[in-house]
């Protein structure tokens, strides 16, 4: 059963820098499609990236288009998200998800699509 773990989030000023890692334990991560989400308080939860489980196809939200960047390590069993140029609206609970039923190419920001989610981890982007 794949279980997965986010580590990494923090408290960061304005266009600073983060890199969250989502191990996984339990199956091979690269047989899943696996995407981001973040909550923010008092508003719902938002896909905001995605990697295909052949690594070749990524998708993003606009808010974080140009600024986020997921990627799979293979070797690590594990999905990172850079995220520059934080904004104070970046602050939110981020949880990275599997897709067990994800084809090779598939992407995809709709929550409903994913089986499996980790515990999440706080990102706070404040001065």
């Known amino acids: 059963q794949l279980k997965l773990v986010e580590s990494g989030g923090g408290l960061v000023q304005p266009g600073g820098s983060l890199t969250l890692s989502c191990v996984a334990s339990?199956?091979?991560?690269?047989?899943?499609?696996v995407g981001w989400f973040r909550r923010a308080p008092g508003k719902e939860r938002e896909g905001i990236a995605s990697?295909?489980?052949?690594?070749?196809?990524?998708e993003y939200a606009d808010s974080v288009k140009g600024r986020f960047t997921i990627s799979r390590d293979r070797v690590r069993n594990a999905v990172y998200m850079q995220m520059n140029a934080l904004k104070p609206e970046d602050t939110a609970v981020y949880y990275c998800?599997?897709?067990?039923?994800?084809?090779?190419?598939?992407?995809?920001?709709?929550?409903?699509?994913?089986?499996?989610w980790g515990q999440g981890t706080q990102v706070t982007v404040s001065s």
């Open positions: 990697v295909s489980t052949s690594g070749d196809h990524t």
């Open positions: 998800a599997g897709d067990r039923d994800s084809s090779w190419w598939d992407v995809t920001l709709n929550a409903n699509a994913y089986d499996i």
């Open positions: 339990g199956a091979t991560l690269e047989y899943y499609g």
